[in-house]
């Protein structure tokens, strides 16, 4: 006999309820690809990378934030992720039968109810607009309806978690970033941000913001990870944190080794000059640890952030593709049942399952949307 909160969860998914707040597929298409959609076809099984359109339907995904990341320390950033928005481009457009861009979150039920993916788009690290606002416009009418305010180095004019605190969070220019934002309606990302930085941004933002891919600093106290006082702020404000499932920002006793890969990955990139060798360097690093991650731990902080913010304040920003570890049993995206599954198990109602699946991430980019002029 088989299980019935599988079961149950699979009859949930059917319908494509995720909203997935993360997923660096662009990138590793154009890494390991030289972002080549023939070498790299999405619309059939991917060997080695955690994301291609069969599983995503199997998963039950109808909504795809895709990353459009570039390193910090690239070159024309903006330039180069302008060139991972076409990717996501052709690759929308190879398969139009599946997928399809949504610029509203009214889009994105239009397209569910068809069975198609909606993709939307994120920017990760404001290093990306190369300090000109203008270019905040430029990737929104691009399709970007989010922008996480730092990757892991520090910026001009914000702090990173995982770099020198520089500021103190958001300079006077950082502020403007996220009013800019407010006005032509793009969330404001607090992942890989400090806490200052979590602060000011909650303190000047007029409309609700997010984490889309960050868990629980209580339950594994990693810089990358959201306090319980910031979650209560965001709650209040009516955003949403979207838990990660990189086992070094949910398993505590992978935290210590986690932080200190930051500063190895400065002194190779000092030593190397090339981001690209410094990412072949670090990779495998994880391979033999036993880390105890699985799918339990990840409702543990799906679970804490809505004691502490309430069930309106989760969502999930799964890393898929952008990561080199993950949890047992959610090792690509055709898992995401597995979340709802032990989500039932626990004793959760489907209404409030549905909340944490998408409809909670849903509601704010709605909010932005209608803060926005």
């Known amino acids: ?42 619309s059939s099984h991917l060997p080695g990378y955690h994301t291609d359109i069969p ?3 199997e998963g ?4 795809q934030f895709w990353s459009v990341y570039v390193p910090t320390h690239s070159e024309h950033p903006l330039r180069k992720t302008l060139d991972q928005i076409d990717l996501v481009d052709r690759m929308v457009a190879d398969n139009p039968d599946h997928l399809a861009y949504a610029a509203s979150a009214s889009d994105v039920r239009r397209l569910r109810e068809a069975r198609r993916i909606s993709c939307l788009l994120g920017a990760e690290g404001g290093h990306t607009i190369e300090d000109s606002l203008e270019n905040l416009q430029l990737l929104y009418n691009r399709g970007v309806r989010y922008m996480t305010l730092t990757h892991t180095e520090t910026l001009s004019w914000a702090d990173s978690a995982t ?7 958001l300079t ?10 407010n006005r032509i309606g793009m969330m404001v990302d607090i992942s890989h941000v400090s806490v200052g930085t979590m602060h000011d941004a909650l303190d000047v933002s007029r409309a609700p913001i997010v984490a889309s891919h960050s868990s629980a600093f209580a339950l594994a106290p990693h810089p990358r ?7 209560e702020r965001v709650a209040d404000q009516g955003g949403v944190i979207m838990v990660n499932f990189y086992p070094p920002f949910v398993a505590p006793e992978l935290v210590e080794s986690s932080i200190a890969g930051y500063d190895e990955a400065r002194r190779l990139l000092a030593e190397l000059g090339d981001a690209d060798a410094v990412e072949k360097a670090l990779a495998g690093r994880w391979t033999d640890v036993a880390h105890g991650c699985d799918v339990g731990m990840i409702v543990d902080h799906i679970e804490h952030v809505a004691a502490v913010g309430g069930v309106d304040c989760v969502g999930i920003g ?14 690509d995206v055709s898992c995401f049942p597995n ?3 032990e989500l039932l198990r626990r004793g959760w109602e489907e209404p409030e399952i549905r909340k944490i699946l998408g409809d909670n991430a849903l509601r704010v980019l709605e909010a932005v949307e209608h803060a926005a002029g």
């Open 225 to 231: 990870n959201v306090p319980d006082d910031v979650i």
């Open 318 to 331: 799964s890393d898929f593709d952008g990561v080199d570890l993950l949890p047992e049993g959610l090792e």
């Open 1 to 42: 006999m088989g299980d019935p909160y599988a079961e149950r969860a699979k009859t949930i998914h059917h319908d494509l309820p995720v909203v997935d707040g993360h997923n660096d597929l662009p990138w590793a298409i154009r890494t390991r690809a030289g972002g080549s959609l023939e070498a790299v076809d999405p």
């Open 55 to 57: 599983r995503l339907l």
């Open 172 to 181: 006077g220019f950082g502020r403007d970033v996220v009013r800019e934002m």
């Open 339 to 341: 979340i709802t599954a």
């Open 163 to 169: 770099d020198v605190q520089s500021h103190g969070g």
């Open 60 to 63: 039950g995904v109808g909504a």
